[in-house]
C-alpha cells in the first residue's frame, strides 16, 4: 500500500503543481503519447527480460504491497527452527530424515503456513538438513554451501528490479521519440494557424514530459522497492542459515537459536523475553507430544 501511496503523492504533486501554475488538466491527457511510450516500454521489457523473469517480477509486485516479513513472521520461523533444533538434539539429526524428506507432508512444517509459502526458503532448510543427514560435512563447508546458495538466489531475486530499472533508464529516450514524432506531425502543419501549431508543439513536448515523469517518478522507485524488498527477505534466509550453523557446530538448539535471532534487524527482531517465551512453550509436554 506504501508504494500506491507514494505514487499517489508524486503524481498529485506533479498534477497539482501544474494546476497552481494556471495549466489546464486535460491538456496533459494525449492518449497517443502514452500508447508511443507505454507500448514501447512494454515491449522493450518483454524482448530483453526472460519469461520466468517477468513471473517473477509480477510476484515480487505483489508482495511489495503485501510488505516486507514482520516481528510475527520471524516469531513464526524461530519458534519452527527451535523445533527441528531440539528434535535433533533429542534424537539426532537423523531423525529429522522422515520431517524433510517430504517438506510439504511434514506434520511439524505444515504447522506453520507462513515458513511454507517462501518456497525457497523451505528447500534451503530441507536441503540443508539433507546434508547434515548425510554427515561428513565440516562446518566451513556448509557454510559456503548456504553462502553459494544465497547468493545465487539473490543473484535470481534482484533480476526483475534490474530488468525494470533498464526500462526506467530508457523511458525519457521513448519520451524524445514520442515528441519527435510530434514535431513531424506539426511540421505537416506548419502553413496552420499559431493556435493550432501551438497546439501540436505543447502534445509533442507532452511526450518528453511523460517519459521523465514515468521514468523518475514511476518505473525507477517501483524498481528500487523491488529491490529493498529482496534486500528484506534476505533476513529471512540469513536467519535460517545462522541457525543451522550453530547447531552444526554443536550448539545447544536455545543457543543455535539466538545465534539466529541476532541477524534480524532491530526493526523486528523478537526480544530475547520473548524468544524464550516460545522455546519453554515449545518444549512444554503438551507441545512435544503434538511434534511427536
Avoid at 503456513?113 to 563447508?141: C, E, N, T
Avoid at 517501483?222 to 543451522?244: H, M, S
Wanted: some cysteine; hydrophobic content about 50%.
Amino acid at each position: 500500500m506504501m508504494m500506491f501511496a507514494g505514487l499517489v503523492v508524486v503524481f498529485g504533486a506533479v498534477a497539482g503543481g501544474y494546476l497552481m501554475h494556471g495549466g489546464v488538466l486535460m491538456v496533459l491527457w494525449q492518449p497517443a503519447e502514452l500508447v508511443i511510450i507505454g507500448g514501447s516500454a512494454i515491449g522493450s521489457l518483454i524482448v530483453s527480460t526472460p519469461p520466468r523473469v517477468l513471473k517473477e517480477m509480477m510476484v515480487q509486485l505483489k508482495t511489495v504491497m503485501i510488505g516486507p516479513p514482520r516481528s510475527g513472521d520471524y516469531i513464526d520461523l524461530l519458534e519452527l527452527l527451535y523445533k527441528v533444533f531440539k528434535q535433533a538434539q533429542q534424537q539426532g539429526v537423523m531423525a529429522l530424515e522422515p520431517q524433510f524428506e517430504n517438506p510439504h507432508e511434514s506434520p511439524l512444517l505444515t504447522k506453520h503456513p507462513k515458513f511454507m509459502a517462501r518456497h525457497h526458503s523451505v528447500a534451503l532448510l530441507a536441503d540443508s538438513i539433507k546434508i547434515m543427514i548425510v554427515g561428513g560435512i565440516q562446518a566451513h563447508d556448509l557454510e559456503a554451501l548456504l553462502d553459494e546458495d544465497l547468493h545465487a538466489h539473490h543473484d535470481a531475486a534482484l533480476a526483475p528490479s534490474k530488468a525494470l530499472n533498464r526500462i526506467g533508464d530508457a523511458l525519457p529516450g521513448l519520451g524524445i521519440v514520442a515528441a519527435v514524432l510530434g514535431v513531424v506531425i506539426t511540421m505537416g502543419h506548419i502553413d496552420g494557424p499559431p493556435a493550432e501549431i501551438g497546439e501540436k508543439i505543447g502534445a509533442a513536448l507532452i511526450g518528453t514530459f511523460l517519459g521523465i515523469l514515468l521514468s523518475y517518478g514511476a518505473a525507477q522507485p517501483i524498481a528500487q522497492a523491488l529491490e529493498q524488498r529482496v534486500a528484506d527477505d534476505e533476513f529471512y534466509n540469513l536467519c535460517i542459515k545462522a541457525g543451522l550453523m550453530a547447531l552444526h557446530k554443536g550448539h545447544a538448539p536455545a543457543v543455535a537459536i539466538e545465534f539466529a535471532r541476532r541477524v534480524l534487524p532491530h526493526a523486528v527482531r523478537p526480544s530475547f523475553e520473548e524468544t524464550e517465551k516460545f522455546c519453554r512453550a515449545a518444549t512444554s509436554p503438551a507441545a512435544s507430544q503434538q511434534a511427536a
